[in-house]
């Protein structure tokens, strides 16, 4: 249902096209890694990959599980609330371990939380957590990277102007992009795979965000 719910969302707030590279692949059982800079971009990423057919199990903040009807659909679609400096953050390993051993998609975002600036530009992805590296430590899961840019033109910055963001981008139709990379094996240890899951993820982005003309990405 999310997925579904996210792709009617996204064209109604803006005007969304993906790419992908030529051995671009969304196999079962891989995790999906996206590069995180608003609070729309998740819709905006759930329905790139529905219109690819993919509806991944998503990692995501607690404390969206609190929000009604959305906790509930979370919690029914058996997505994995990640409980930040908690000791039940574990558990979140735990529950993408379990749903990659049964065949699904995995959606993380390894930043870990969106960047604090208040303008709509985009740039690269920040320090990633090492959620994703011991994740595939664990579990020998190929990564794919997804980069994924515009989110920013949805909604960005302070709460009001978010909230303004929102509610004006149906009228200014911004436009939105996702590229989907080729999947790779992590095959560095400790921080040198974080490291490389983000050089993959930044290089997707940069080709979402030179699809939108982004100075971020071109100056790249």
Same mark, same amino acid.
């Given at each position: 249902? !999310?997925? &579904?719910?996210?792709? +009617? *969302?996204?064209? @109604?707030? =803006?005007?969304?096209?993906?790419? /992908? $590279? %030529?051995?671009?692949?969304?196999?079962?059982?891989?995790?999906?890694?996206?590069?995180?800079?608003?609070?729309?971009?998740?819709?905006?990423?759930?329905?790139?990959?529905?219109?690819?057919?993919?509806?991944?199990?998503?990692?995501?903040?607690?404390?969206?599980?609190?929000?009604?009807?959305?906790?509930?659909?979370?919690?029914?679609?058996?997505?994995?609330?990640?409980?930040?400096?908690?000791?039940?953050?574990?558990?979140?390993?735990?529950?993408?371990?379990?749903? !990659?051993? &049964?065949?699904?998609? +995995? *959606?993380?975002? @390894?930043? =870990?939380?969106?960047?604090?600036? /208040? $303008? %709509?530009?985009?740039?690269?992805?920040?320090?990633?957590?090492?959620?994703?590296?011991?994740?595939?430590?664990?579990?020998?899961?190929?990564?794919?990277?997804?980069?994924?840019?515009?989110?920013?033109?949805?909604?960005?910055?302070?709460?009001?102007?978010?909230?303004?963001?929102?509610?004006?981008?149906?009228?200014?139709?911004?436009?939105?992009?996702?590229?989907?990379?080729?999947?790779?094996?992590?095959?560095?240890?400790?921080?040198?795979?974080?490291?490389?899951?983000?050089?993959?993820?930044?290089?997707?982005?940069?080709? @979402?965000?030179?699809?939108?003309?982004?100075? /971020?990405?071109?100056?790249?």
């Amino acid at each position: 249902m !999310l997925s &579904r719910f996210a792709d +009617v *969302l996204v064209p @109604a707030v =803006g005007r969304l096209t993906i790419t /992908a $590279d %030529a051995g671009a692949e969304l196999a079962p059982g891989s995790i999906i890694a996206a590069n995180h800079t608003s609070l729309a971009d998740p819709a905006v990423v759930l329905a790139a990959l529905h219109r690819l057919g993919v509806r991944p199990v998503v990692m995501a903040a607690a404390g969206l599980w609190r929000v009604p009807v959305l906790g509930r659909a979370l919690a029914l679609e058996g997505h994995i609330p990640v409980h930040r400096g908690d000791r039940r953050a574990a558990n979140a390993l735990d529950g993408a371990a379990e749903a !990659l051993e &049964r065949g699904r998609l +995995v *959606l993380i975002y @390894a930043e =870990g939380g969106i960047p604090q600036r /208040a $303008d %709509a530009a985009e740039a690269a992805p920040g320090a990633f957590r090492s959620g994703l590296s011991r994740l595939v430590q664990r579990t020998g899961a190929p990564v794919v990277p997804v980069g994924q840019a515009g989110a920013r033109r949805v909604t960005s910055g302070s709460v009001a102007k978010q909230l303004a963001g929102l509610f004006t981008a149906p009228l200014r139709r911004p436009e939105l992009h996702v590229h989907i990379g080729e999947p790779l094996e992590l095959t560095a240890d400790g921080a040198a795979r974080t490291e490389q899951a983000r050089t993959a993820v930044t290089a997707a982005w940069r080709t @979402a965000a030179a699809q939108l003309g982004e100075p /971020a990405a071109l100056a790249a």
